[in-house]
């Protein structure tokens, strides 16, 4: 029996970047040994064995035949006889194709540590095609790895180019971890451009694709910019203000609502109320997914009133209201931060951004400790009850709003 540790372990080693988990592969071993020697197994179409004592896996060294559809489409084979450079040959990239020996010995068929020194994403062989989920993986990679100018090697990308015909056979709950993976990365844009060069993205995530073909009336170095590219461009500025999730995925889906139409008689374009259509495409999009309903929500209620967040100060005393109604900010205080981070999203980049950042935030922190301060037993206290509570909450909180605001002008 051989052990070697592989995968992202060895990859993150010679990156020198934090190991996250360890995976390990024996090589020479049954499935009887393994349980003999008091390891436990949990996998049920290939054998995976959880160590005794650190619950680490270890898989049997196997080698894979494509036998069907999609990413499950696969038999596995496990043997003793199956070699360290067997098992190796059958993942994706040559950087994750590489492994260590129990005396630190670097096992590297495919040659990974030279890529890695290229910065390359290079598929380890022609099977690479028979995994539709691949397309995902390198394009979360490539959005992983950006920071450390990773590229995709030019003949991976042809391969991926090829592979889309198969990605409707991945099921939405895959989709859904790889993208989820990618959004939290440094530069979760590159995954969605990655999928759009190798036509994957009109497959997958249509809504957005079409946002391509949408002009905007922001200029960049003398070039009008569509309004995919925008998206792309707000998500970078995003991810470099937070890590949240649900404010990075709404900033992806903000604009969802803005398919136009050309007026051929009028030669001009006419756009559709935007923030209502956004709504139903979202949701769409997140039941195909089954992306959590949690997520899906808050993305749909930034697409409907992302308008709001472009000038906080501007909002008058109802707006507020609805503001903080809408985004349920009474219990969940967390949501005004993320509804300052939409905001700063929007500005990020311009003249006096400080400035700007400031006001916003301690005006809208104000309001909503204002609207805070109406004590609800002195309604009660006053005769009101039932529904009318609520009635009378909301109004001395409009009134209370519009006296501070009367005091700023």
């Not at 003999?36 to 054998?47: L, R």
């Not at 309903?293 to 967040?309: M, P, Q, R, T």
């Not at 501007?314 to 969940?332: A, E, I, N, S």
């Not at 922190?365 to 004590?375: G, L």
């Amino acid at each position: 029996m051989k052990k070697y540790l592989v995968g992202g372990a060895v990859r993150d080693t010679l990156l020198k970047l934090p190991i996250k988990e360890k995976d390990w592969v024996v090589v020479g071993s049954s499935p009887q040994e393994m349980l003999n020697n008091g390891y436990e197994q949990v996998g049920k179409d290939f054998p995976v064995f959880l160590h005794p004592e650190n619950h680490e896996e270890y898989a049997l060294a196997r080698t894979e035949r494509k036998s069907g559809k999609g990413y499950t489409g696969f038999t596995c084979h496990a043997d003793p006889s199956v070699t360290i450079e067997e098992d190796l040959y059958r993942r994706d990239l040559t950087i994750n194709a590489m492994a260590y020996d129990t005396h630190g010995n670097l096992v590297d068929p495919y040659h990974g540590q030279r890529d890695i020194q290229l910065r390359l994403l290079r598929h380890v062989s022609h099977t690479f095609n028979e995994d539709p989920l691949r397309v995902l993986r390198v394009a979360r990679f490539a959005a992983r790895f950006a920071h450390m100018n990773f590229t995709i090697a030019p003949e991976t990308l042809i391969l991926m180019q090829k592979m889309t015909h198969e990605l409707l056979f991945l099921s939405p709950e895959r989709i859904w971890i790889e993208t989820k993976k990618a959004l939290i990365t440094d530069n979760p844009q590159i995954y969605f451009m990655v999928l759009r060069h190798c036509g994957a993205l009109e497959i997958l995530f249509p809504e957005l694709d079409t946002l391509f073909d949408i002009p905007t009336s922001v200029v960049q170095q003398s070039t009008p910019i569509n309004t995919g590219n925008l998206t792309m461009m707000m998500l970078t500025k995003t991810a470099c203000l937070t890590d949240d999730l649900n404010v990075r995925f709404s900033i992806l889906c903000r604009d969802l609502g803005k398919p136009t139409f050309l007026n051929n008689k009028k030669n001009c374009i006419k756009y559709h109320d935007d923030r209502k259509l956004g709504v139903p495409l979202i949701n769409n999009l997140c039941n195909r997914l089954k992306i959590p309903h949690e997520i899906c929500n808050f993305a749909k209620i930034v697409s409907e009133y992302h308008d709001y967040l472009y000038n906080i100060e501007t909002l008058t005393p109802k707006m507020l209201m609805k503001l903080f109604d809408v985004f349920d900010c009474w219990r969940r205080p967390r949501r005004l931060e993320q509804i300052i981070l939409i905001s700063q999203a929007n500005m990020l980049g311009y003249i006096n951004y400080n400035d700007y950042l400031y006001n916003q935030k301690n005006f809208l922190y104000t309001a909503f400790s204002i609207t805070k301060k109406i004590p609800i037993s002195n309604i009660i206290e006053d005769g009101f009850t039932g529904v009318n509570i609520s009635k009378e909450l909301y109004a001395r909180q409009l009134h209370a709003l519009k006296i501070w605001k009367n005091k700023n002008k």
